[in-house]
């Protein structure tokens, strides 16, 4: 009788023993939840960034091209019989809403009186800057090469 009193002595020790010896459940435990949906209509697809943009200095067309590069043309009339015309190719960012760009090319055109083109001159093709788009329909414009001769930012038409 006494093994028998022993032996349940010693299964009850040890499942007390192995009881605490297993992690605690704390009531404070972390448990990951699925939080609200991130709210993403304020996020423009680069589509909406196409178009054309203004201000009283330059003129810039904004296209894609079938490779999804955007393709950016900016103009400016100095005078009556003269322009100059920047054109520019680069990756739209998702992330920063900016196009980076290396070798823009940048032409020097003449016009005569009755505004027709006469002559487009190369005046360099490495041009470095950026174009940084808001989601209020405008565009900064910053030429790495040359100071602008004119406002930095173009509002959408």
């Known amino acids: 009788m006494k093994k028998i009193i022993s032996f349940i002595l010693c299964c009850v020790l040890c499942t007390c023993v192995f009881a605490a010896c297993s992690a605690p459940k704390a009531d404070n435990d ?61 990756w739209f960012s998702e992330t920063t809403y900016r196009v980076n760009y290396k070798n823009a090319v940048k032409y020097n055109i003449s016009y005569d009186n009755t505004g027709k083109e006469t002559k487009r001159a190369a005046e360099y093709e490495n041009g470095l800057g950026r174009i940084q788009f808001d989601e209020n329909g405008s565009l900064k414009w910053t030429n790495e090469m040359e100071p602008l001769s004119g406002s930095d930012t173009l509002s959408k038409q």
């Open 30 to 90: 972390i448990v990951l939840k699925p939080t609200e949906k991130i709210d993403t209509s304020n996020l423009l697809p680069e589509d909406n960034f196409l178009g054309t943009y203004k201000n009283d200095d330059y003129t810039a067309v904004i296209t894609k091209d079938e490779d999804g590069k955007f393709n950016i043309v900016i103009t400016s009339k100095i005078e009556k019989a003269k322009g100059d015309e920047w054109q520019i190719k680069g």
